[in-house]
């Protein structure tokens, strides 16, 4: 025995939402979805911050409920609200759902 902790249930409920933001717009790139398990977001961009909310609201820059994503950085989370993304100029992202 290993000592690791087993995985009983597999990664089946893989969802890709990988894509674009779109320059100044906050765009829901996630529905809502109360069984979520997790939520992995990547900012693939070398120099644009990506703005993300995970409450089920708009996201925008600096304002209360959204976190800053660094170029190169990743979040996980949990949540059964959509999840929105906002730049300000179109920046490349990876987002996955369980």
């Known amino acids: 025995m290993s000592g690791f902790p087993t ?37 693939l961009s070398n120099n644009e911050t990506i703005w993300i909310n995970k409450f089920g609201a708009k996201a925008a820059a600096s304002v209360p409920g959204c976190y800053p ?3 190169g ?3 996980e989370f949990i949540t059964p ?3 929105s993304l906002f730049s300000a100029v179109s920046a490349p992202f990876t987002a996955e759902r369980y």
Request: aromatic residues 10%; without cysteine.
């Open 73 to 75: 950085d990743m979040y």
């Open 7 to 43: 995985v009983s249930a597999p990664a089946s409920g893989l969802a890709d939402y990988s894509g674009y933001t779109i320059a100044n717009e906050s765009v829901e790139i996630i529905p809502a979805d109360k069984n979520t398990r997790l939520v992995t977001i990547y900012n």
């Open 81 to 83: 609200f959509g999840v």
């Open 69 to 71: 994503l660094e170029p």
